[in-house]
């Protein structure tokens, strides 16, 4: 059987993980990339790695996916640690596996035992379900719109 790990992600998976965060682009469709400067993404990415929360997913030792974010206080309340999730993505030919709902088990296990709060963000047309995530005790409380000036 082969079986999805997942594990904490490494610097060398910055590369990859760019790469696949490149696909939102075209879910966007946006003006301008938001990976346009390479090297300030992959520091970034590095960044967030080392010093923030990442987990990649990977069966045969082949990336599956990842789920990645940061950990800082709340910008009202510095008693309040927040893990704000950045980027949770699963390649779409993987998408059926199990590689998604563990990256989210293993995202909200770190924060359950490392923040007060974990917010969470979903594309619009994402193949999750908002369900999944209220399941496990997220409530909704806000929605995200985006101009393009």
Do not use: C
């Not at 998976?13 to 696949?20: I, K, N, R, S």
């Not at 779409?92 to 490392?114: C, K, T």
């Not at 923040?115 to 909704?140: Q, Y």
């Amino acid at each position: 059987m082969r079986t999805v790990k997942i594990r904490h992600a490494d610097t060398y998976d910055a590369t990859w993980m760019l790469e696949q965060l490149r696909g939102l682009d075209g879910i966007y469709k946006a003006k301008k990339s938001m990976f346009g400067d390479t090297n300030k993404a992959l520091a970034n990415l590095h960044l967030m790695i080392d010093q923030h929360v990442a987990f990649v997913a990977e069966r045969d030792n082949e990336s599956l996916g990842f789920i990645a974010g940061f950990v800082g206080p709340h910008p009202y309340n510095n008693n309040i640690r927040v893990l704000t999730e950045t980027f949770w993505w699963v390649v779409p030919e993987h998408r059926a596996s199990r590689a998604a709902v563990l990256l989210f088990n293993a995202f909200v296990s770190w924060g359950r035992e490392n923040v007060d709060w974990i917010s969470m963000t979903l594309l619009t047309g994402t193949p999750a379900n908002p369900d999944a995530l209220t399941r496990r005790g997220f409530k909704e409380v806000e929605t995200s719109y985006l101009m393009e000036i």
